[in-house]
């Protein structure tokens, strides 16, 4: 099988990407390229920094790189926590902490406010340091005013994709496998294949 280099550091996007990716690729991460450069997220967009990801990695290792740049818009506060959703509580932060923040920032708003909400995600395949293709999946839902769940990683305890009434933290990883971002863009990225092997 091809293999793919997942450019990313974040053992759940790779876990998740992995599954929906089985018996397409042999699928790495960048744990196992220590030496990989870290890269500077400086994107005003999850386009933009999901092709930054894939450029250098693929620069770096001469194979195919695919990068996944994602995270949470919350309408009400203007689409926060959006492109820094992994930074919202500073450049260290863990989950915890920037749910904490959300929480606040939630709290904070007037009783009425909507609480619509999205998870983006933005896929940049490239090789050679030259990005060949981008595929992007969203879900809607809405943000809750609690943690719910021990599930996912990141805002999954805070956020209920729309047809459903529990958080991504209490749903099984394979509904929200189903019907994520994630898996909407890696749909799109599926079908291209069909029409662009990699060799
Ligand atoms: P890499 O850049 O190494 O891939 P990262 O976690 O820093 O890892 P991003 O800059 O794309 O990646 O930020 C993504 C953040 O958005 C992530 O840390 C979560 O806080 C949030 N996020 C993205 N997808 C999510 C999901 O499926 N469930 C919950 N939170 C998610």
Not at 142 to 160: I, Q, W
Not at 170 to 182: M, P, Q, W, Y
Request: proline share 6%; with cysteine; glycine share 10%.
């Amino acid at each position: 099988m091809t293999p793919l280099i997942l450019a990313t550091r974040n053992a759940h996007k790779t876990a998740e990407i992995s599954a929906m990716l089985a018996g397409f690729f042999t699928v790495q991460d960048l744990h196992a390229l220590p030496d990989a450069p870290e890269i500077e997220e400086t994107g005003l967009t999850f386009a933009a920094n999901a092709a930054l990801k894939a450029v250098a990695i693929s620069a770096f290792t001469d194979g195919w790189a695919l990068a996944d740049d994602s995270g949470l818009e919350v309408d009400a506060l203007g689409g926060a926590p959006g492109v820094h959703s992994a930074r919202y509580a500073g450049p260290t932060a863990t989950d915890a902490a920037n749910n904490a923040l959300l929480l606040a920032n939630l709290a904070a708003l007037p009783a009425d406010a909507p609480r619509t909400a999205r998870f983006r995600c933005v896929l940049a395949l490239a090789r050679r340091g030259e990005v060949v293709a981008t595929f992007d999946g969203t879900v809607e839902g809405r943000v809750v005013n609690a943690l719910h769940g021990p599930g996912g990683f990141g805002y999954d305890p805070l956020f209920v994709p729309d047809g459903h009434d529990r958080t991504f933290g209490e749903l099984s990883a394979d509904v929200k496998n189903a019907i994520s971002h994630r898996s909407r863009a890696l749909a799109g990225f599926r079908a291209w294949l069909a029409d662009h092997p990699l060799a």
